[in-house]
């Protein structure tokens, strides 16, 4: 059975820097996604990478500030985000695709974390 477990994220000052966290269970080789969404918008692509750590992509609005990485022995993928902005504020989802293929659209993935809220103020 796969689960997954996200933590981390709060209220954090525009400008300023913190790490989400994703644990996963019951997920072998895949791909694995971050997703974001905000009130009133659809769910977006933030990023994802695979298990291997071998392949990721951004999405447009956050390459270059955010981050996935993963740590096979503990099962879990991170997203670092820094240089954040107010527009950044959206509940944060991990999910995960079971077949090693890119994902970047919320309908490609299989399973989803609860979501944690990220909330950046200005």
């Known amino acids: 059975q796969v ?18 966290s994703c644990v996963a269970s019951g997920t072998s080789f895949g791909w694995y996604g971050w997703l974001r969404q905000a009130p009133g918008k659809e769910r977006e ?18 390459r270059g500030r955010f981050s996935i990485s993963r740590d096979r022995a503990k099962n879990t993928v991170y997203l670092g985000m820094s240089s954040l902005k107010p527009e950044d504020t959206a509940v944060y989802f991990c999910a995960y695709r079971k077949d090693n293929v890119v994902a970047t659209t ?15 103020s200005s």
């Open 3 to 20: 689960r997954l477990v996200e933590s981390g994220g709060g209220l954090v000052q525009a400008g300023g820097s913190t790490r989400l």
């Open 45 to 62: 692509f933030v990023g994802g990478l695979n298990w291997m750590g071998t392949s990721q992509v951004y999405g447009d609005s956050v």
């Open 106 to 120: 919320p309908g490609a993935y299989d399973y989803w974390g609860q979501g944690t809220q990220v909330t950046v």
